[in-house]
């Protein structure tokens, strides 16, 4: 088992990267204020892990409340995340029950979400199941909901007692959602670095293949790149945006399709390469270094070119992004591979030409 710290001060927390979490609960039952705990999972996931866990904390004493959501990024929505308060209120639960996210980012986002605002404040922790939950959505504390125009429009801010990411999911999560986490490994190499880009290179066929020490190198690398820049920038006031590298152009494809078509590791995929060439055309990157990014990103089986949405549709999107400040809005730009910035004031002929490059 690793170990990293996401360090905020008081509110600090482990990362915990092994194996057997969902079969051996000890490193989370301390950490309980109270022997009870919702666990807040999905349809796909209940019927494979929620047993074990139940029992492995009614084993130590523990109650379980289970709330089992729809799965699918079109259901981040309020009904849903209602689905999760009208469980709590009918097996009356407290602001100390603690709930647990079982799962990939979805049900990581709304239980988060739900924690922030159960009663004002109650505790949770996340159990990521997939890989682009392990490496990014699980680790930071950003919690949300999608809106029709925007995708994670409407959250807080939330950081759990613990992280606790079991590796052994992974050996039979579905080549889809394993290729979708790769999108987020990668980008994390391409923002901080270099060399991690480069160990991707070579071994992006041992990480498809689930070759076990590769896939907990990769964990382990992203979350610790992505625990240093929260412990830096929190609340997203400059350098964590720079963890939206691809995003503008993702989210825009996610909210253009209408959610649930395209997996957000795949929008987040075809993004990258967007806000590469949009790099290049700014003067940083060469074509070569492009090609590069490319070539690793459909090696890792993911879409090249974005999905054929009119122009003003995606631009729509792009406009009610997060990082849009004063009304202009801000990409996330490399200014060579393992570094990158925030980028103002491009102006939108730049961004079209980019488009109009990269849709399909």
């Known amino acids: 088992m690793r170990t990293l710290i996401v360090a905020l001060g008081e509110r600090s927390y482990p990362i915990r990267i092994g194996s057997g979490f969902l079969r051996d609960v ?17 349809t796909t996931i209940a019927p494979l892990y929620l047993s074990g866990l139940r029992a492995a904390l009614e084993a130590a004493g523990v109650a379980v409340v289970p709330v089992i959501l729809p799965d699918g990024e079109q259901y981040k929505t309020w009904e849903t995340l209602n689905l999760i308060f009208d469980a709590l209120i009918e097996h009356r639960c407290e602001r100390r029950t603690t709930l647990i996210a079982l799962g990939g980012g979805v049900v ?3 239980t988060g979400f739900a924690a922030a605002t159960w009663q004002r404040g109650a505790p949770f922790i996340q159990m990521p199941t997939t890989l682009l939950a392990q490496v990014d959505s699980s680790v930071g504390g950003k919690t949300a909901i999608n809106h029709p125009h925007g995708k994670n429009m409407i959250g807080a801010f939330y950081q759990p007692l613990a992280v606790c990411a079991d ?23 391409l923002i901080r670095d270099a060399a991690f880009f480069e160990w991707l290179e070579a071994n992006i066929d041992a990480l498809l293949a689930r070759d076990p020490a590769a896939l907990e190198h990769a964990v382990v690398r992203s979350c610790e790149i992505k625990a240093a820049i929260v412990a830096e920038d929190e609340r997203e006031l400059e350098v964590r945006a720079l963890l939206n590298f691809g995003h503008t152009f993702g989210h825009a494809i996610e ?7 395209w997996l957000h590791g795949e929008a987040i995929g075809a993004g990258m390469i967007m806000a590469a060439d949009l790099s290049r055309e700014l003067g940083y990157l060469d074509a070569a270094e492009v090609a590069r ?6 090696r890792a089986g993911l879409p090249v070119t974005g999905p054929k949405l009119p122009r003003a549709r995606y ?20 200014e060579r591979l393992g570094s990158a910035r925030i980028q103002t004031g491009v102006a939108q002929a730049i ?10």
């Open 351 to 360: 961004v079209e030409g980019v488009l109009a490059r990269r849709i399909a």
């Open 167 to 189: 590796l052994e999911p992974l050996q039979t999560l579905p080549l889809r959602e394993l290729r979708a986490g790769l999108a987020e490994v990668i980008k994390h190499g």
């Open 108 to 110: 990581g986002d709304m």
């Open 293 to 298: 990014i490319q070539a690793l990103i459909g």
């Open 26 to 42: 000890s490193l989370i039952t301390p950490l309980l204020p109270q022997k009870r705990v919702a666990v807040v999972t999905n």
């Open 255 to 261: 909210a253009g399709l209408g959610y649930g078509d």
């Open 315 to 334: 631009l729509e999107h792009m406009s009610v992004d997060k990082k849009t400040r004063d009304g202009a809005t801000r990409f996330v730009v490399l």
